[in-house]
C-alpha cells in the first residue's frame, strides 16, 4: 500500500518519529511519487486496543490520506489498521467543512477546485474568480434549464452591469469539433469581448473541452471557469493541463496546455443526472483508488450503497480524493512523462471494447470497468496481486452495478484488432503490482498470461 503521509515540514515529521523504539518498524510512503522515499518510523508490533491505534494514527494523520503498515506481516492487525482507518474516514466524511479545496500545481499555473453541496449559490468563490466584467457562460440546454438562472443571479450580485452573453451547444461527443469552437468565439467577439473577459463551461466533459480550448484560443488566451455537471467530468476533466478538440484523423491533434482559474464542483448538480451515467462515473473513481490508494477502494465498497444514493458528505470525499490522487500524480509529471500512464489503467482494453460496440450502448465508465477487470485478472495471473485485491475491486463494481464481463459477441479477434499492439504483440499497459494503490505502466509482461487473459474473457474459460 502506497501510504501517504502529511505534507508538513521535515522537522515535524522527524519528530514524530523521535521517542519510539527501534525494534518497532512499519513503514510511511512519502507524497513524492517519482523518488519512491521511504522513511522509518516505529510502532509496537502489539496493536490490540483502540488507543494504539489512535496513536499510529495521530503520528500519521488519516486526513492526508491514509496510512497503513506496508511490512506487517499480521493480517489480522493490516485488518485491524485498515478497518480503523476507513473508519477514521467517515468520521472525517461526517466532519468535514461544506466548501473542500484541492489545490492543482501541474505546470507552473496552480488552481482551486472546489467541492460542496450546494456552492454554486456561494458567490464568494465566483468573485474571487471573474475577472473583468464580461461572462462567456457556454453549457448545453439541459443543464441551462437547471442551473442558468441561478448562476446568472450569482454574477449579477458580483458584478456591477455584467455583460453576460449565453452559448448552447448539444452535450455530445461529437460535437468536440472546430466549428463549435468557431461559435464560441463569434459568440465572444460579436460581444466585443476583450482579454478580460471569463469564460464559463457549465455542463460536462464535453462542454467544458470546448469552453477550455476556446479560451485558451480568444484574444491570445482569456480566463476560463469549469463548472462540471456530471460525476466523470468532475473527477477527470476537472484535474488536467490539457484541452482539446478531435480531427478527423486523430483525436489528439489539436489541443492547447492551458489550465482554468478555478474549477467549482457542486454535488448538487448530481441530483439530475442519470444512473447510467453516475455509475459510470463511478469507474473512474475506483479507478484512482487502485492507482494509488487501497484505504480508499476498500472505503468505496463499504460506502457503495450511500455513494449510488447521492449521499452529499459521501459524494463529497469521493470526488475530492480521486481530484487529489489525479493532481498529486500529474504534479510529479508535468514534463508528460511515463508516471502519469499509471491513470490508464484499464483505458487500453476499455477503448477496444468500445470500438466495437455499437454507438452508445455502453458508456465509457462501463467499458473502462470491464478494461480494468482484465487488467486485475492479468495481473493476478503474473502474481503481481494478490487475491484480496482482485476481489475488493471487482465486488466494488459489482456493487456499483458496473459491467464486469464481456459481451458475448466480442470475439478474441476483433478485440485484439482494436488493441494497439506492440513488443512482440501485446500492448503497452497500466497493471496493478503489489498491495492495492500501486500500479506501473509496462509492457515487460508474459504474453502467455496475456492471451490466456483473453481467451478466459473472451471465450469464458481459463488455463
Known amino acids: 500500500m502506497a501510504a501517504v503521509v502529511s505534507s508538513s515540514s521535515a522537522a515535524q515529521k522527524s519528530s514524530w518519529f523521535s521517542g519510539l523504539p527501534p525494534s518497532y518498524s512499519y513503514f510511511c510512503h512519502h507524497t513524492s511519487y517519482t523518488a519512491c522515499t521511504w522513511k522509518s518510523c516505529f510502532f509496537p508490533h502489539n496493536l490490540g486496543s483502540k488507543n494504539s491505534l489512535r496513536r499510529l494514527l495521530t503520528i500519521h494523520p488519516i486526513s492526508s490520506h491514509g496510512v497503513v503498515p506496508s511490512t506487517c506481516k499480521s493480517l489480522v492487525l493490516q485488518r485491524r489498521l485498515s478497518v480503523f482507518a476507513r473508519s477514521a474516514i467517515n468520521s472525517q466524511v461526517a466532519d468535514g467543512p461544506k466548501v473542500q479545496e484541492v489545490q492543482v500545481t501541474i505546470s507552473g499555473h496552480p488552481y482551486p477546485i472546489y467541492i460542496g453541496h450546494g456552492i454554486l449559490s456561494e458567490i464568494e468563490i465566483l468573485k474571487r474568480h471573474i475577472k473583468g466584467k464580461s461572462v462567456l457562460l457556454i453549457t448545453n440546454s439541459k443543464v441551462s434549464s437547471l442551473y442558468m438562472d441561478q448562476i446568472a443571479a450569482s454574477l449579477d450580485r458580483i458584478v456591477d452591469a455584467i455583460n453576460?452573453?449565453?452559448?448552447?451547444?448539444?452535450?455530445?461527443?461529437?460535437?468536440?469539433?472546430?466549428?463549435?469552437?468557431?461559435?464560441?468565439?463569434?459568440?465572444?467577439a460579436e460581444a466585443k469581448m476583450d482579454r478580460t473577459t471569463t469564460f464559463i463551461g457549465l455542463g460536462g466533459g464535453v462542454i467544458n473541452d470546448i469552453c477550455g480550448f476556446s479560451a485558451a484560443v480568444y484574444e491570445g488566451g482569456v480566463n476560463f471557469i469549469q463548472i462540471p455537471t456530471t460525476l466523470t467530468a468532475q473527477v477527470d476533466v476537472a484535474v488536467a493541463d490539457e484541452t482539446g478538440i478531435y480531427h478527423l484523423l486523430d483525436k489528439q491533434t489539436i489541443c492547447s496546455y492551458y489550465e482554468p482559474e478555478c474549477v467549482?464542483?457542486?454535488?448538487?448538480?448530481?441530483?439530475?443526472?442519470?444512473?447510467?451515467?453516475?455509475?459510470?462515473?463511478?469507474?473512474?473513481?475506483?479507478k484512482f483508488s487502485l492507482v494509488r490508494d487501497g484505504i480508499f477502494l476498500r472505503w468505496l465498497k463499504d460506502n457503495m450503497e450511500t455513494l449510488l444514493a447521492r449521499g452529499p458528505n459521501i459524494m463529497t470525499y469521493a470526488i475530492r480524493r480521486s481530484c487529489e490522487i489525479k493532481a498529486d500524480i500529474l504534479s510529479v509529471d508535468s514534463q508528460?512523462?511515463?508516471?502519469?500512464?499509471?491513470?490508464?489503467?484499464?483505458?487500453?482494453?476499455?477503448?477496444?471494447?468500445?470500438?466495437?460496440?455499437e454507438p452508445r450502448e455502453w458508456l465509457h465508465g462501463e467499458a473502462l470497468a470491464v478494461g480494468i477487470v482484465m487488467a486485475l485478472d492479468l495481473a493476478h495471473r503474473l502474481d503481481w496481486i494478490d487475491d484480496t485485491v482482485l476481489i475488493d475491486a471487482i465486488v466494488a463494481m459489482e456493487r456499483a452495478h458496473l459491467p464486469t464481463a464481456l459481451p458475448a459477441y466480442i470475439s478474441k479477434e476483433i478485440l485484439l484488432q482494436n488493441l494497439s499492439l506492440s513488443n512482440g504483440g501485446h500492448p503497452s499497459l497500466a497493471l496493478p503490482k503489489g498491495p492495492a494503490g500501486n500500479c506501473v505502466f509496462t509492457s515487460s509482461y508474459d504474453k502467455e498470461h496475456f492471451d490466456a487473459m483473453l481467451d478466459f474473457f473472451c471465450l469464458g474459460r481459463r488455463e
Open 264 to 286: 467549482i464542483v457542486d454535488t448538487n448538480t448530481l441530483k439530475t443526472l442519470p444512473d447510467k451515467q453516475l455509475i459510470s462515473g463511478i469507474a473512474e473513481i475506483i
Open 164 to 188: 453576460l452573453e449565453v452559448i448552447i451547444l448539444p452535450e455530445v461527443e461529437r460535437s468536440k469539433w472546430k466549428e463549435n469552437v468557431f461559435k464560441v468565439v463569434d459568440k465572444a
Open 336 to 357: 508528460r512523462g511515463q508516471i502519469r500512464d499509471v491513470l490508464s489503467l484499464g483505458r487500453t482494453f476499455g477503448h477496444a471494447i468500445e470500438i466495437t460496440m
